[in-house]
């Protein structure tokens, strides 16, 4: 096993350029941490007391909240140290499992948008047999398999990369422990793991991608159908919330890892790899709430009963 190695610590470097910003930016990411924890947490909380939002579409909001909230949990707290202290140390095998964290809440973030745009292409392209194909065991079964992937996803690459032998550098310039910054500690041919990780990324990345293009398509055949110009614009409403979350997400994932890293600058990397770890967690739930009048409703129905309870 790769842990009898050379290295026991490893030292993410971060963000080394910004010492003159270093309060601002550590102010900043407090500021979206805080904001993506209370925002994912309100969600789950309007879900479980609102009977207005006790829907499918829904359930899978509350399950990406989740998912928002173990990568910012996971990567976080750790980026804040290296910001503050200019660096961070990290044990290989904290390191491992960071990466973990990491890749089961993306993997589970890719299927389980390719699920909502299922929901959204029932919902408008068969909207007579939505309750009857959508159902509540339905829904459970899918989140249960989407999860169960994710673990069983990362179960390989644990096992692959805990045979590996890492000899140095002990140095990973970047903001967490990545696919590739941790294969560039190991002096083990790596080229299998690489290939493991292509067809990972095709399976769980490009044909999810693929099916929330394919579902769109026919969501926009079936709304140009519609002879009102309020009936489209209502159909279309219900599925812009997760159409911006979709080009945000996949567009900053698949040029990660995706395009050819050679020539790519290490500072565009962690500013994308910062993209879709901080600043999307935090969108997510702006996104579905502001723009979604069920939530909006379901939240001043809260308040209400909130400033109630605290005059009585």
Known sequence: MAMTNNITSIFLL??????NFTFLFFSLLVFIFCGTISGNLLIMVLYLVSKT???????????????????????????????????STISLIGCIIQFSCFVTSECSECLLLSVMSYDRYVAICN????????????????????????????????????NLYFCGPQVIDHIYCDFEPILQLSCSD??????????????????????IVTSYVYIVITILKIPSSTGRHKAFSTCSSHLTVVSIFFGTLIIVYMFPTRGKSLT???????????????????IYTLRNKDCTEAYRKIQQILTRVNKC
Not at 268 to 286: D, E, G
């Open 14 to 19: 971060g963000f080394p350029d910004l010492q």
């Open 53 to 87: 939002l006790q829907s499918p579409m829904y359930f899978f909001i509350t399950q990406l909240s989740f998912c928002d909230l173990l990568l910012t949990t996971d990567i976080v707290p750790v980026l804040l140290h290296t910001v503050l202290y200019g660096g």
């Open 127 to 162: 909207p007579l047999c939505y309750h009857s194909i959508m159902s509540h065991a339905l829904c459970v079964r899918l989140v249960c398999i989407i999860w169960l992937i994710g673990f069983l996803v990362i179960l390989i690459y644990i096992i692959s990369i805990c």
């Open 190 to 211: 790596t080229s299998i793991i690489h290939t493991q990780g292509l067809i990972l990324g095709f399976l769980f990345v490009i044909i999810p991608f693929i099916v």
């Open 268 to 286: 565009l990397s962690k500013v994308l790899s910062l993209m879709y770890t901080v600043v999307t967690p935090l969108l997510n739930p702006i």
